[in-house]
C-alpha cells in the first residue's frame, strides 16, 4: 500500500464534470477549462452518427471516463451479459478506460427506476463479488464502484464500510468514492464520516464524486445533485486526500443545471481545494 500512496502523490490533481446536453454545444464551441468529462453510457449507445461524432471531437480534447446507470450489480435477476458487452463496444470505440457503476441495484423481475441498496452482509458481499468479476471479465476492464446514499437499509449484517471493502477485495475491484454520499448517510444514519474515510483502502480509490443535496430535515438529507456542494462536504474531500492522497474528483450537477460558468466556477472552487490540501 505504501507505494500505491508515493505513486498518488505524484497524480496531478485533476477535477471533471458531469456533461449535459444543456450546456453540451458550449463545450464543444468553447473548449472550458475542464480536466475530464464523464458521462453515462446508456444516454449515448446506438443514438446514431451526430451522437459519435460529437463524443469523437470531445474526446479528442479531453479524457472521458464512463459512469453507468443500469448494471443493478446487485440484482437477483442474472446479469444482462448482452447489455455489457454493448458497453464494451461503446468503451473501446470511444477509447474510455474508466467505467463506474454504482454499488447497488435497480432491477428485479423488471426496471424499479431508483438504485435500492443491497444487504449489508458477508453472503450478499460474495454474491455482489462473483457478479463483478464476471463483468470485470466480459469488459476486459476493472469495475469501478461507487459508495450509493441510502435511506432505509434492506439488511445490516455487518456495517456499510466492511461490506464495501469485502465487495472490493474479494472482486478484486475499484472504489468510486463519493465523498457527498459520505455526508450524506452519516447524517441520516448518524455514523462518523470521518472514520468511514479513513477506513477505506487507498489503494482501492480510483477517482471520486462530489456534489450537493437537500436538507429535508436537520437529520434527512437527500441526495439530489441539484444544488451547491456544502462546505462540510468540501472539507471531506479535503480529508480524503490527506488520507488517501490525490485522485481525480468530479463534480455532479443533475438538476437545477446552472449556466455553465457557474459550474465552471464551482470546479475551479474544488480544484482550489485540492491543490491546497497536504498529503501524509
Known sequence: MRRRQMWRREVRRIVGLGLRREFLTEVLQQNPAVDFWEIAPENWIERGYEASYQLDRL??????????????IGSPDPLDEAFILKVKAFLDRFNIERY?????YCSANGHLYDLLPIPFSEEAADYVAQRVRRVQELLERKLILENVSYYSPAAQEISELAFIKRVLTQADCDLLLDVNNVFVNSVNHKYDPVAFIQGLPSERINYGHIAGHYEEEPDLLIDTHGAA???????????????????????ERDFNIPPLPELLSEVEAIKAVTQNTEVA
Open 59 to 72: 474526446r479528442e480534447r479531453y479524457p472521458l471516463y464512463s459512469h453507468g446507470l443500469s448494471l443493478s
Open 100 to 104: 463506474s457503476e454504482h454499488l447497488s
Open 229 to 251: 456542494v456544502r462546505q462540510e462536504v468540501m472539507e471531506l474531500l479535503a480529508l480524503s486526500y490527506e488520507t488517501h492522497g490525490p485522485f481525480p474528483v468530479l463534480l
